[in-house]
């Protein structure tokens, strides 16, 4: 059920009675407050500028993000960027020589402080079309695109209802029309290997990626070798096992700047391996030595950067590791980080560890001074996108409305499922028509960035348990994700930034609460190994049904206490529960695809509740031992 118009209008009227509704959305609201557009006056400080985004998560339109209250660091990362939120990010940027005023628009960019508020006071950042208009700015005040190289860290392909749609090739048209250069990967890989490499067919740019290999068994018989030849890509160098160029060289000023590839590393945690059968990636340390070494050798270059999806902590680490590489562009973790992090090298070096944000909110810049053919300088500057600062550029815009005019057809694939493969009910509808729906009122802020929980994560877990009837529900940990205001409209988009997985088909199974433990051991594992080298990546899966006491700062098999059922009930050991979920990795469950699940949820909360969902309980969890972590602000959860 969609709202229709005399309902929208009670329901708004509802909502602002209530004083939920942002500025923007009140009936002859005026615009949001404008940040300044002086920011963005960047005349380039030395000879080759480098342009940087990540992590975009196929965000075309601006959309609110709120950045994180709890991002906890552990081991050489504790207290240290970008472990640290809120009030004391700020003062330690200020230490690092950048000041930003609470309450300003760069705080609201960059922090959580006060997010309603300075949401309604400065607007949604990001999209496309107004990020050409950045690009074309910082390359004119270059003196020329001719002076620029714009590198990507991927999550650029995956993240929105339309990029599942047409299986990451919306983005790929829009990534041509910012006139992107180089990109490297990570989510681009939840479609399937010749998916995959039909999009890099499209794509004007270059994918480069030195940590991806062949199997050898992938050249056993004809037929890799008949895919790479039909799209031209995925057989760089057969000798070496290298299905994509491990570096590329850009000259800019007469300056030669070598600029590697790194792909995440943990692909098959995060995607089907099925979809990737033949290559296989990894972390691969020494041979990123080898490819500086290499470079350095036979390349005659001024400086070597790397444009990289490992996630900032493990960029740190290997900046420490290996010689010769003067910065990092990070994405993943979706850190923005105003300052970079200057790292010793064992060379005696320094190199500068960066991490531009996500969803589009960010475009990274550095400026290289360059003399002599030697690395003098560096001036790096994180940008905030505001969408009612920078105008749209008319191509992008008309671009991103004739897709919005597309039509859903028959050669969708939303799921793995044959079952759920095409929704009969949404066939020659436009896209936008079908992403437009009114859903229903936000009667909470809903987001999802932080360790443990957020409260989208807790509107997808309880229409999991209400589908399948189940005690306890599991959603994935994932970061990406747009934030809904209190008093907005949920539509059917911001659903599918939450949910649109090439593997969204969900279950219902028992577990133990013996394996439940065992489950969440593992995740918090992952998240707070010490070593970065051993992190996957993503934060605690999120529960509903259910709460858990966590120390992060113990080891492996001691960090879960106290699970207990939304009722007060312990979990016990060998007591069997009813649990669902969704995203399986290797298996293909049975259920409804999640967003039509939560649709349906936010569509009877709506008939049920005046046209608003309002959550009674969100399933924080209760921390232990990292009461005074800089890493920790406002945590709506128990800390003891």
């Not at 005026?30 to 196929?58: C, F, W």
């Not at 098999?557 to 009813?578: A, F, Q």
Request: aromatic share 8%; glycine share 10%; net charge negative.
């Amino acid at each position: 059920m969609s709202l229709n118009r005399r309902e929208f209008l009670h329901v708004m009227a509802v909502a602002a009675a209530a004083g939920m509704l942002p500025a923007g959305a009140r009936a002859m609201g005026g615009k949001p407050q404008e940040a300044d557009i002086s920011m963005y006056d960047m005349p380039m400080k030395g000879n080759v500028r480098l342009i940087h985004t990540t992590d975009s998560h196929a965000q075309l339109k601006p959309i609110f993000f709120r950045e994180p209250n709890v991002n906890l660091g552990v081991g050489d990362a504790h207290g240290q960027r970008p472990h640290i939120v809120g009030k004391k990010l700020l003062e330690s940027l200020a230490e690092s020589g950048v000041e930003i005023k609470e309450g300003s628009p760069e705080a609201y960019a960059f922090t959580y402080l006060d997010f309603d508020a300075a949401a309604k006071k400065y607007g949604k950042l990001g999209g496309y079309a107004h990020i050409k208009t950045l690009l074309d700015m910082l390359r004119k005040q270059a003196g020329g695109r001719e002076n620029t190289i714009y590198m990507d860290g991927g999550d650029t392909w995956h993240g929105s209802a339309t990029a599942l749609w047409t299986r990451g090739m919306d983005m790929v048209e829009a990534t041509n029309i910012l006139g992107m250069d180089i990109m490297t990967g990570h989510w681009e890989f939840t479609y399937t290997q010749e998916e995959v490499l039909r999009n890099l067919q499209a794509f004007n740019g270059e994918y480069i990626s030195n940590n991806t290999r062949l199997r050898e068994d992938a050249l056993f018989g004809d037929e890799y070798y008949e895919l790479a030849e039909k799209y031209g890509h995925g057989l760089y160098d057969e000798d070496n096992l290298l299905p994509f160029k491990p570096y590329t060289i850009k000259e800019v000023n007469g300056n030669r700047v070598a600029v590697i590839g790194q792909t995440f590393p943990r692909m098959s945690n995060a995607n089907p391996i099925a979809n990737f059968p033949d290559w296989s990636f990894g972390l691969r340390e020494d041979e990123l030595q080898d490819t500086v070494n290499h470079i350095q050798a036979n390349e005659n270059v001024a400086a070597i950067v790397v444009i990289s999806h490992n996630g900032m902590d493990v960029d740190i680490k290997m900046a420490g590791r290996v010689s010769g590489i003067d910065a990092f562009f990070g994405g993943h973790t979706h850190d923005g980080m105003p300052a970079p992090t200057k790292v010793r090298r064992p060379d005696g070096g320094t190199c500068y560890v960066t991490n531009a944000g996500s969803n589009g909110k960010f475009v990274g810049v550095m400026d290289l001074d360059i003399q002599n053919g030697k690395l003098q300088d560096v001036h790096y500057r994180l940008l905030p996108v505001f969408a009612n600062v920078l105008p749209a550029d008319p191509e992008m815009q008309n671009y991103i409305d004739d897709l919005y005019a597309r039509k859903y057809d028959e050669n969708v694939i939303e799921a793995r499922n044959p079952k759920y493969r095409v929704n009969q009910d949404r066939l020659g509808k436009t896209y936008g028509e079908i992403l437009n729906e009114e859903l229903a009122v936000a009667g909470d802020t809903l987001y999802r960035r932080g360790n443990f929980m957020g409260t989208w994560d807790q509107i997808i877990v309880n229409a999991l348990r209400e589908e399948h009837n189940a005690q306890i529900a599991m959603s994935a940990g994932v970061r990406w994700g747009t934030s809904v205001m209190a008093g907005e409209m949920i539509t059917m988009e911001r659903v599918m930034d939450e949910t649109s997985l090439t593997y969204g088909e969900t279950y219902r199974t028992e577990m133990t609460g013996a394996q439940l433990k065992d489950i969440f051991e593992g995740i918090a594992e992952n998240l707070f190994v010490i070593d970065p080298y051993l992190q996957s990546g993503g934060d605690m899966v999120r529960l509903g049904g259910m709460d858990y006491t966590i120390d992060p700062n113990e080891a492996l098999g001691n960090r879960i206490s106290n699970m207990v059922l939304d009722d007060g009930t312990p979990i016990e050991m060998n007591k069997t529960y009813s649990v669902t979920g969704w995203a399986q990795v290797d298996q293909v469950g049975e259920g409804r695809l999640v967003w039509d699940i939560v649709a349906d949820y936010l569509r009877r909360q709506a008939k049920e509740n005046n046209g608003v969902v309002k959550l009674d309980k969100v399933n924080h969890p209760t921390l232990v031992g990292v009461s005074n972590d800089p890493g920790l602000a406002d945590y709506a959860g128990k800390v003891i």
